[in-house]
């Protein structure tokens, strides 16, 4: 089935800096990929998603993600690290009826 | 537009006792989701509903039932709530017509089983 997996837990960025948030996929067939964002006790939010096309793909407040295929990757990226970046990111994949999340990972931009 | 909207935002409930959580959308979408979210655990598919008149369980529907009342609205009800249900709910819905659609979610609803 349908999955991915977040290595990293936390990550700390000094802000400024570029920022990666990593996800690796497991699929069968073709792979439909999503970033979201969950600052604190809000709801999730969407980011971007990569469903086909260009590897490199750009979403809101400035975040990209890059697809990897080779790699089986999908990681969130941002030239930039700004302090109010700092939230909880999850990679989710499509599966037929519904997204399978990945355990999440906490950034953390540091001024 | 209010998008995803979830009531309550805030619940203490004692074991045994029983609730429902509303949920409802105002984009038109056709499929509606219940999740739950626990530290460490990412968010795990409770039921969810691809079309009005229908629901499936999800990975973890133990303990919670669920009604689509119409169109807009998917409640998640726990009859004999439980420690193990403390946790953080979320609703999400998508158009539900392409596997490339995205699902938004609502602010969620934050439940505290004593």
């Known amino acids: 089935a349908q999955s991915v997996a977040q290595p990293e837990d936390q990550v700390n960025v000094a802000e400024g800096n570029p920022l990666t948030v990593k996800c690796t996929y497991s699929?069968?067939?073709?792979?439909?990929l999503f970033w979201y964002v969950q600052y604190p006790n809000r709801g999730l939010q969407f980011l971007l998603k990569y469903i086909t096309g260009d590897n490199l793909v750009k979403g809101s407040y400035g975040f990209e993600a890059e697809f990897n295929k080779s790699q089986t990757s999908f990681h969130l990226k941002k030239p930039s690290a700004l302090v109010s970046d700092s939230a909880l990111y999850f990679c989710a994949v499509r599966r037929p009826d519904n997204l399978f999340f990945g355990t999440g990972t906490r950034l953390t931009v540091i001024p | 537009n209010a998008g995803v909207t979830q009531t309550p935002k805030f619940q203490v409930l004692k074991t045994g006792q029983s609730m429902t959580l509303q949920c409802a959308q105002d984009?038109?979408?056709?499929?509606m989701y219940w999740y739950r979210q626990d530290p460490g655990m990412g968010l795990r598919l409770i039921y969810y509903?691809?079309?009005?008149?229908?629901?499936d369980k999800g990975e973890v529907p133990n303990g919670y039932n669920v009604s689509r009342l119409n169109k807009r609205e998917f409640s998640l009800r726990l009859e004999s709530a439980a420690p193990s249900q403390t946790s953080v709910y979320f609703c999400?819905?998508?158009?539900?017509?392409?596997?490339?659609?995205?699902?938004?979610f609502g602010p969620g609803t934050r439940l505290l089983v004593l």
């Open positions: 509903s691809a079309s009005e008149g229908t629901t």
């Open positions: 984009m038109n979408h056709n499929s």
């Open positions: 999400a819905s998508r158009t539900g017509t392409s596997e490339k659609d995205t699902q938004y």
């Open positions: 699929v069968s067939g073709n792979p439909y």
